[in-house]
Nanobody, 124 residues
Framework: QLQLVESGGGLVQTGGSLILSCAAS????????MAWYRQAPGKEREFVAA????????RYADSVQGRFAISRDNAKNTAYLQMNSLKPEDTAVYYC?????????????????WGQGTQVTVSS
């Protein structure tokens, strides 16, 4: 069992930056692949970024490649999403997710645990 709590969301201007955190409680965090997803009003949940159990492999959606960076600190049981050069279209609720597998996928159904989400709003 793993519980995930996101934090770090907020209101930021276009071009600004935010760092989201996902704190995990439970055992064996380092054996889980982690991912971030987002959902804007009226839209489906979409993949943003993912990272393997040891941080050795990362993957990104094309829309955030080069602007966002996912990382993790297994000693702190925490995953992060550094978001730079934010755009209004990045506005959404951001969710972290954990997959009971060393390696990530982009499919939300492959993830076993989800956080409650944190709102990110980018003003133009």
């Amino acid at each position: 069992q793993l519980q995930l709590v996101e934090s770090g969301g907020g209101l930021v201007q276009t071009g600004g930056s935010l760092i989201l955190s996902c704190a995990a409680s439970g055992r064996a965090f380092s054996t889980y692949a982690m991912a971030w997803y987002r959902q804007a009003p009226g839209k489906e949940r979409e993949f943003v970024a993912a990272i393997s159990w040891n941080g050795g492999r990362t993957r990104y959606a094309d829309s955030v490649q080069g602007r966002f960076a996912i990382s993790r600190d297994n000693a702190k049981n925490t995953a992060y999403l550094q978001m730079n050069s934010l755009k209004p279209e990045d506005t959404a609720v951001y969710y972290c997710a954990a997959r009971q597998n060393f390696y990530s996928t982009v499919l939300p159904n492959d993830y076993d645990y989800w956080g409650q989400g944190t709102q990110v709003t980018v003003s133009s």
